[in-house]
């Protein structure tokens, strides 16, 4: 170890001084192509404008400058190549984000989910919900609660290229109370499964602990359960389910690691409880009222409401074998929780894009955006939530979320326009990841010489 160091840096060296014939084993040092992006429209919701014959400037995984398509030359050197990607008449956006995911799986029948599949089904399908994720225009999720530490291996493979997926900051298990939303409810005391690596923890410092173990294996972001939910068999969907001093200690923990908490919480008692922890975005936020949505302006949390997915439970999960009290409690919150969407829409809250997809088929995601523009957001305003809300959120304002020098090559095109029509984001035509194309139904040659 001793000696490779120095021969290292020696190797760097003789690379920069005789480029032309690189040593074995020496770092060469390339220059990047560039790609071109371009398209006759461009939604930048940094600035909430729509630019006309833009082009996009990538460097390798990054963008390196966004201009009009007439001053190009003033950004490429005369005599460099570049490949072009001319999108024509379509339209431009940033990657889209999903801030509230569970793509690790999707039901198919409630009692089959349960009994007749182990985490190792969860594994080995997972990764074509990545695949439909990232083709449907999601470049990046925050994918909150997977239980067996799924999610992690995803975002590994996928980060590590050996497979396509979306950008992915992942939970692992969620934090949940003893027969809590997180746990098995509603089954015989002696239904256990062996092994299962789930987020239960009661007390103080149980749930401290928990935290570091979620950390410790791989989580960038803490997920808790301050409230019950709607698709499990406890009784109340609102109730709280950890005490305050619970939530503190969540949230303390999380941040003494330097994670950001995201609350499940449906209920109105709970939904306080998770802002005064000082959480950083209550997702559902269901029977949130007046208070509530003063603390979150305060507090400045973010609400991630998913507020399409009650148009699939109603239709669906009935079929899927759902017992009549889940379902009960979906016609509780359906219609409320989109009220209380327009409420906090009006009041001027942080409303982040998450739609709870794996609740309903990957790569639905988009379908959200038109419930929220009939709920009262103009499709800017729906399109924002998902790009530069949805980015600050995650702690990523200068990575995603928009096409800006020194962001990732996160981009989709679609044909037609969004703010006049916001269900063309359900049809998204090209999608690119890190610079890469990952998928293109928009021209039949992508690919051209520019001189
Ligand atoms: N995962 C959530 C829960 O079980 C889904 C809620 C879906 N319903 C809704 N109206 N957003 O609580």
């Known amino acids: 170890m001793r000696s490779f160091l120095p021969s290292l840096f020696l190797a760097v060296g003789l690379a920069t001084a005789l480029s032309a014939a690189p040593q074995p084993g020496a770092v060469e040092t390339k220059v990047l192509p560039l790609l071109v992006v371009k398209a006759a429209h ?11 014959n833009q082009a996009v400037v990538i460097e390798g995984d990054r963008v390196k400058a966004v201009v009009a398509v007439a001053d190009l030359a003033k950004i490429i050197p005369a005599g460099t190549s570049a490949r072009v990607v001319d999108l024509g008449a379509a339209t431009l956006l940033p990657g889209l984000i999903d801030c509230h995911t569970h793509v690790t799986s999707q039901p198919e029948n409630f009692y089959e989910d349960i009994f007749r599949k182990s985490p190792i089904d969860e594994a080995v399908t997972a990764h074509l919900y990545a695949r439909r994720t990232l083709e449907a ?73 928990k935290v570091r173990e979620n950390i410790k294996y791989g989580a960038d972001v803490i997920k808790m359960l ?4 709607v698709l499990s068999e406890e009784e109340a969907v609102g109730a709280p389910q950890y005490t305050q001093a619970e939530m503190n200690a969540i949230v303390d923990e999380a941040h003494l690691w330097g994670k950001r908490v995201a ?6 008692e709970g939904i306080k409880m998770a802002i005064r922890a000082g959480v950083t975005s209550v997702e559902h936020a269901s029977f ?22 009650d148009d699939y439970i109603m239709a669906e999960y ?32 942080k409303l982040a894009f998450g739609t709870d997809a794996g609740v309903y088929p990957h790569g639905w995601n988009a379908k959200q955006f038109h419930t929220m523009v009939v709920w009262g957001m103009t499709p800017m305003q729906a399109i924002q939530s998902a790009t530069t809300t949805a980015a600050d959120l995650l702690g990523w304002p200068d990575k995603v979320g928009q096409l800006a020098p020194g962001f990732y090559a996160d981009l989709i095109a679609v044909s037609g326009d969004p703010l006049a029509d916001v269900t063309v984001l359900e049809h998204v035509g090209f999608v690119m990841k890190g610079g890469q194309i990952v998928k293109n139904n928009l021209t039949a040659e992508p690919a051209e010489r520019m001189e």
């Open 318 to 349: 009935g079929r899927l074998g759902y017992p009549d009290k889940i379902l009960a409690k979906e016609r509780l919150v359906g219609r409320t929780q989109r009220e209380n969407f327009t409420k906090a829409l009006k009041a001027g809250c």
């Open 137 to 209: 225009g999601f470049t990046t999720i925050r994918n909150v609660g997977a239980d067996n530490y799924i999610d992690f291996a995803l975002r590994n493979a996928i980060e590590a290229g050996k497979i396509p997926g979306p950008r992915m900051l992942a939970s692992g298990p969620a934090l949940s109370a003893t027969g809590g939303h997180g746990d098995l409810n509603g089954m015989s005391p002696y239904v256990h499964f062996a092994g299962n690596i789930d987020g239960i923890a009661d007390g103080v410092d149980a749930v401290r602990k």
């Open 263 to 268: 609350a499940h919480a449906h209920g109105t």
């Open 42 to 52: 461009l939604v930048d919701p940094a600035t909430g404008r729509v630019l006309a």
């Open 226 to 229: 301050a409230t019950a939910g």
């Open 288 to 309: 949130i009222d007046d208070e509530g949505i003063a603390l979150a302006k305060e507090h400045g949390t973010w609400l991630v409401m998913d507020i399409y997915n």
